[in-house]
């Protein structure tokens, strides 16, 4: 796939290499310097290349949004029409200090962003992970017992694209339901920061689903 990315930062810059590793054409952009584009692009050791936001968009099949939430509408008005395109958001709806979400509980980052691009099939996910994780569950990725990796949609064709991603990375994805469950996934977030950097797992936490016959 061509894979467009929007915010080249922690988790832009390594899901866009491992998506780039794995074999998809990934154009890396919105970065405060084209240097670090660019050195994303040659480091990512697969088809990768530095581009604006417009350019990651043109012909893509799948675009990741992965800026903070104040950067949203701005990265949107730079991308232009994504109409039809597939948006796979891991952006949280932090607040300037990144210490609360500014909307929960009756609606999401995720609902919200898909009212901003109403023509785009907005799909969570990645966003429940902490970014120190991400190599390595790569490296690992043929291992039987892979972490698990829950997303939402309401567009079945753009689960499909972003369960490949997940996959790709090498989580198993794990389909939450619509788009509105992001309002659950997104708090669950901030619970998988917590563990991360202030329990004593340390950042390198990802999590698994079972299921338990009844
Ligand atoms: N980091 C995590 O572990 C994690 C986990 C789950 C969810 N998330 C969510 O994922 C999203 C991205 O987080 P992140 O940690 O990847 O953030 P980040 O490292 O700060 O990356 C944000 C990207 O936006 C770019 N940017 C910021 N201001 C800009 C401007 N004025 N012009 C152009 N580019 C600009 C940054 O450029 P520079 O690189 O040049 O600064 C960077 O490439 C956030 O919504 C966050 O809540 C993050």
């Known amino acids: 796939m061509r ?15 491992l998506f780039a590793r794995a074999g998809h054409d990934v154009v890396f ?11 994303l692009a040659r480091k990512a050791q697969g088809h ?39 948006l796979v958001t891991c952006s949280l709806p932090m607040n300037a200090d990144n210490t609360d979400l500014v909307i929960a509980h009756t609606s999401s980052g995720a609902e ?18 902490p970014s120190e994780v991400l190599f390595g ?10 972490p698990t990796l829950v997303y939402c949609g309401d567009d079945k064709a753009a689960k499909g694209v972003a369960a490949t991603l997940i996959r790709d990375v090498g989580f198993d994805p794990v389909d939450a339901g619509p788009l509105r469950i992001a309002r659950y996934l997104e708090p669950f977030s901030l619970l998988m920061g917590q563990l991360a950097y202030e329990g004593e797992g340390g950042p390198e936490l990802a999590y698994r689903f079972e299921r338990f016959p009844s």
Request: positive net charge; proline residues 1%; glycine residues 12%.
């Open 29 to 39: 952009s919105y970065a405060q310097s084209e240097q670090k584009l660019k050195q």
């Open 3 to 17: 894979i467009g990315i929007l915010g080249s930062g922690l988790m832009g810059g390594k899901l866009g290499t």
């Open 48 to 86: 990768a290349r530095a581009g604006t936001p417009a350019d990651a968009a043109r012909d893509a099949d799948a675009l990741l949004l992965a800026v903070h939430w104040s950067r949203v509408d701005d990265v949107l008005k730079q991308v232009g029409d994504i109409g039809g395109k597939v």
């Open 112 to 129: 919200t962003l898909a009212k901003k691009v109403r023509r785009a099939h907005v799909v969570s996910a990645f966003g429940t992970l």
């Open 137 to 146: 569950v790569f490296e690992a990725k043929r291992r039987s017992s892979r």
